[in-house]
Structures are given as C-alpha cells and as structure tokens.
C-alpha cells in the first residue's frame, strides 16, 4: 500500500511514517517544516533534542533497510501538492499536515487568521487535488474530540440520528468548538463531507483525543529515531505537560476546578487507530467519522496519576489550581462514544503505573532542558 | 443609529444602505468593488446599466437631503476595518461583503478557495476588530436558507433542541450545504458562534431565503437609484432568471425535475427583516439565528408563474428541462420554520401576479441588454 503522510515532521507523523515502513508499505512523507518556525516564534523547544527529519529517514534505513521517501513544501502551494499527488499516487492518505494547537490560534488575529487559511486552504488543495490526480485514495484525515465541545447529549462518532416533530434524519452531529484551532476542524469536516457527498471521494475523519506518550515500537529502535515531545503551554498535551512540571519538582497547573473531563489515548493507539483506518477504508462517497481514544479522564484525576507517579519516584509535588486561561465549562457532563475502531480490532493501552512510569524516567532524564517558565499559559480567551 | 452596510454596492447592499438613510439612521457603506471584478471575469453583465456608488449616493443626497458615507476598502485588510470601526462606531453591523455565489464558488479550484478565503477571514478580521473597536455593536450577519441542505425533519431556526438517549441539549442545527459557497457562510456561522460564546459578542444571523425583485421604496425615487439586477446563470437567482428567458421569449430552463422546493423572498422583506433584527438586537453573548424568507415554491411552480405572466403579456414561452449542473435531491422534504420575524412584526409580501407583472414590465423594457447565452448554467459540480 501506498501510503501519503502529511505533516510528516511531527509528533504523530514522524512515528506513523515509521510504522508503515516498518510493516513495509511504500511510504511518504510530506512537510514544510513550520512547526519549527512556530517554536522559534513562541520560544519553545521539544524536551528532548531531536535530529532532522532527513538524518532521522536515513538513520531509519540504515537500521531497517527501509526507505522513506520525503517531499518538501507546503498544502498552501496546491501545485505543490498536485505534483507529489500525481507522482506518488497514494492509496492512503494520512493528513496531520495543520496548525495544531488551540493556544497558538487564540494568541492573536494573525495566528487565528494563520491557523484558518492554513488548515482550512491546505485541505481545500488537498481535496482539489484528490479529485484530480487520485480519485481512489482514501483521505484519513486527523480532527479532534475538542470539535464537539462539551455537550449535554452523548457524544456520538460525527453523525446522530434525530428525530424531530415525528421524522427522523442521520445529520452531522452538531459541534461547539472552543477555539480557532478547533473550529478550523470542524470547517475541514465540513468541507470534507461535501467532496465526499458531491465528488464521490471517500475519507475517515479520526476525531482523536489528547494524545500522551514518548515511545513507540519504532522509537525505541534507536535514540535518535525520537518523536518531538513538547511540554510548553502551547503544544504541549496536558499529560506530558505535567510530568514535566513533576520532573523538575514544580507544582502541576491544573486550569480552573480541574473537573474538565477530556478524552485520551496514548500514543502507540493513534498510530494502531490510524492503520486500522487505512486498512479497512471508507466506502466511495462515505465521509466516516471514527471518535479515536481509550479512556476519559478528569484534569483532576490526570494530575493525581502524575502525583502519585512522581511519589514512586520519591519526588513530592504539589496541584496548583490556577485561573482557566480558556473559555470552557469546568462542570459539564461527557461521555463520548468510541466502538467503530474496537470493532476493528483496535486493542487499547490502558495507562497504567508502568506506562507512567517510563514515561516518567525519560522525562526525568531530560529534565535538565526544560525551562520552567514554558509551563505557565501565557495565551489566554 | 449607527449603520455600517459591508458590501453597499450590492443588490441588497444598495437598496439596505437608503432604507436605514430614508429612515434617519446614520449611514455608512462599504465595499471593495470587487463584484466588479468578477463580472468582467465571468462575462456578465446586470440587465439595466447602473451608475457608479459615488454617483447613486449624490443622487441620493440631491434627492432626499440625505447623505451616505462611505468607506472604501477590502474585509481581507484587517487594517481597513479596523479603522471604519474604530472611526465610525457603528451600533449595528449588516454584512453583506462577501462572495454570494454558489456557482462562482464551483467553477474552479481558484475560486473555491477565493470564496473561502474571502468570506471566512473577512468575517474573522471583522470579528476581531469587533471586539477590539466596538464590542457593543450587534452584528447582522447575511446567511442563507441553503446552508441547512434539504434534511428529511422540518428546518428550524439555526438551533436545535435533541433529545438522545434520554438527555437534552440546544445545539447548533446541523446542516449540509451544497457548495463551498454555502459551506463559507457555514464556517462564519460556527465563528461567529464562539465569539459570541467566548467574547461575549452580540450577532444575528439571517439564514435568507431567494430574493427576488428590483424595487423598493427607495429605488422609485429615480431611474438612477435603482439596484444591480443580474440574471445570469451565475450571479441571477432563479425568479429573476425566469422572467429575463420570457421577456425575450426564450425557454425557462428548469434544472432537473424542477421539484426541487426552495424559500423566497421579496427584495423589500429582506430590508424589513435586517430592520427588525437591527431594531431588536441579540443580547450580548448571544448568537441569534432568524430564518429569513416568507414562501416555499418549487423550481416548477416558479416557472410555472412566469409562464403564467409572460402569457398575460401576451408572450408565449415553454419550460425546458435540462441536465442538473448541480448535486443536489431533486425529490426531498423541505419544512422550514419562519417564526421569529413574524412575531417581531414582518408582514410578508405575498408573491402575486401584481408583482409578477410589475418585474416582467421592468424587465421587458430592458429586454434589449439581455445576453441570452448567459442564462444557460455554465459551471457543473
């Protein structure tokens, strides 16, 4: 299988890259290397020094004997996109390749006007280019459980059958996005059901969950094959953020009362939901919506986990409530539905003490590089 | 009352800017002429010549004593905005500044993505200076009745209350627009949601139905005041449409089975409506969703009447079924709520043979400008 990877630099991408060559698809990776221009903008770093993604696609092959192969540039450029979608010719293809923090496009008009154009036009190309070059692929396309909000209704996977005043319908389930990042999500799925309704293209929009964790079967193949970790306010995910803050001994910043309820799964599952995806495609003309996590948790409940992780480690710390820099609820009721990738086959990590705590001790290792002040949300709505 | 009109050279634009002048209110327009543009590129032409906005507001003002600012300068250009606003201190926003057509928006990969681009992040730099300059002001935004798609339940007013496994909530009603036009007046519909939602900002949105007409209270006072009327296949709604294919005794040209039902309204109810929404604004934090229009036809009833008043001019003309150039359910339900308009005081002006007669009058004296190839659909999606 031929498999497309956009966005092929990042947390998700760099180890998804790697998981398809290793189970020997043909593999490639687009990327115009922004994130790196957004870290030098905010000041932020990964904790962990990572190599660049030509050094990591060459390290990759001299210890697999597998290529990868890599096209530089950017959704925005639709030429660009065109050509290496006429080229390669996908069966598959792997979308993270967007602005991919809510902070970031809350900071100011240019990044909330950035995040939209970006996200928003660089799948609009992609979608242009689909039609044109490779009708047949199947877009899986990467959102997240963020879209829908907090709503007082279970959360079903991207449609609901409502009935209304006798009659019934199967409608988009209807979304409350709590940032310019989020909602550039939602405008994608919306744009992404059209092309499928009206173009006969077929795609599986993952709304995925926060995802945690440092290492994967690839990963740990070698040092250097790491994925960029970010603990910072910015990119950083909730649960990475405060094992860092544990690791340095600074109080977890828990945003409000805590009692936000999100969804989660660890990183090894994104990569499994993301195959099981690309292994069983969507029907022509199908826009499917797969809710891509293992477990909800509570702020609250996270930060105890990381407190008591750090205990077993000896390192006590401590919980500070601090003022939700986000307009969000903090007591709501959630509960999301997710049985369309169990049915799959999807096997769930389950987050445990071991996971923790070898997430933990790498942390740990490394926590001579993290600047402290990185914590603190400085961007708030 | 402070009215700032985005998109006054407009068919609505125009006839909205002397009806808040007409009745006193502080008047200022806005537009970047760019409707201009896309005539000269698409080859089309409005049926009676217009003279420029300069010139339509001295007429205005020699006529009535009455003046009309104006403000030249594109959404696109945060800094534009941001200066009207801050100068001009509007109390209620009507925007109309965007790219209007569905088929314009499916033509080609440059103009979905110009579509976009246009009306979501004109909307976003709107928004933001909103809430920068004047977060008091009250938002009238245009939407339209073809954003919610053709759902099998009845249509309500931009929410929903859902009942799902025996809890509720009020959500946003889901819809599922027919081309990236539509789908651009989606994306701002979901902003404009959270910056009420999160900023506390105030915003009406008018999902509007079809507008037909030429004539308002306003435009009688002089020849020259009148609206830019097209009826083309491009910019031309279908009522409009049907009555230029009879005045010069070509076919109606009927898309599909023509059983396609559809909501209308007179050009003269959309300036009541935007006055009662200007009058009775949203509260703060609020986002307010009216349906716009006072009828539902289908596409074969419509021609029908035109049939009818062509005949009664003593003008025989058939309807021809053509080829769909769009996707879209030609045999569907179509239900939708209007009640909110009416119950804060719209009286709707009922479609009669009075007002056929009136239009087909109009537009027989100008049936020399008509270029019958511009009424066959030259963009398919």
Chains 1, 2 share one sequence.
């Not at 990119?235 to 803050?245: D, E, Y």
């Not at 977890?252 to 939901?273: H, K, M």
Request: hydrophobic share 40%; aromatic share 10%; glycine share 6%.
């Amino acid at each position: 299988m031929k498999v497309l990877i956009l966005g092929g630099d990042g947390y998700l991408g760099w180890p998804t890259a790697m998981y398809f060559s290793h189970r020997n698809d043909t593999v490639m990776v687009v990327d115009n290397f922004i994130k790196r221009k957004w870290e030098s903008q905010t000041g932020v770093h990964p904790l962990v020094p990572i190599i660049t993604l030509h050094q990591r696609i060459q390290l990759w092959r001299s210890i697999t004997n597998k290529s990868i192969e890599i096209a530089i540039g950017d959704l925005l450029d639709h030429n660009f996109i065109y050509k290496v979608l006429e080229d390669f010719g996908p069966d598959t293809i792997v979308h993270y390749g967007e602005q991919p923090s809510a902070p970031y496009s809350m900071a100011t008009r240019e990044s909330a006007v950035f995040t939209q154009t970006n996200n928003v036009i660089g799948t609009l190309n992609l979608l242009f280019g689909i039609r044109k070059f490779c009708p047949d692929a199947h877009l899986v396309k990467l959102g997240t459980m963020g879209e829908y909000g907090t709503p007082n209704i279970d959360i079903e996977e991207g449609w609901l059958d409502i009935e209304h005043k006798g009659r019934t319908d199967r409608m988009l389930y209807p979304k409350k996005p709590g940032s310019f990042y989020h909602l550039s999500k939602v405008h994608d799925s919306n744009n992404i059901e059209f092309c499928c309704r009206s173009w006969g293209l077929r795609a599986t929009d993952l709304n995925q969950g926060i995802v945690y964790g440092i290492d994967t079967a690839q990963t740990i193949l070698h040092p250097e094959l790491n994925t960029s970790f970010h603990y910072d306010s910015i990119f950083g995910t909730v649960l990475n953020r405060f094992l860092v803050q544990a690791a340095v001994g600074a109080p977890l910043t828990v945003y409000g009362n805590g009692e936000q309820i999100r969804s989660f799964l660890n990183l090894r599952d994104t990569l499994s939901c993301v195959a099981l995806a690309t292994d069983n495609p969507a029907k022509f003309g199908e826009f499917r919506v797969f809710n891509q996590f293992t477990q909800q948790f509570s702020i609250q409940e996270l930060a105890n986990l990381v407190v008591a992780t750090a205990k077993r480690a000896g390192i006590t710390v401590d919980i500070h409530k601090i003022d939700n820099p986000r307009v969000e609820q903090e007591k709501h009721y959630f509960n999301a539905t997710q049985t369309q990738l169990l049915s799959l086959g999807l096997k769930p990590t389950i987050l445990d003490n071991s996971i923790l705590d070898n997430m933990f001790k790498t942390v740990y290792k490394f926590k001579c590089n993290v600047r402290q002040n990185l914590n603190k949300p400085n961007i708030k709505w």
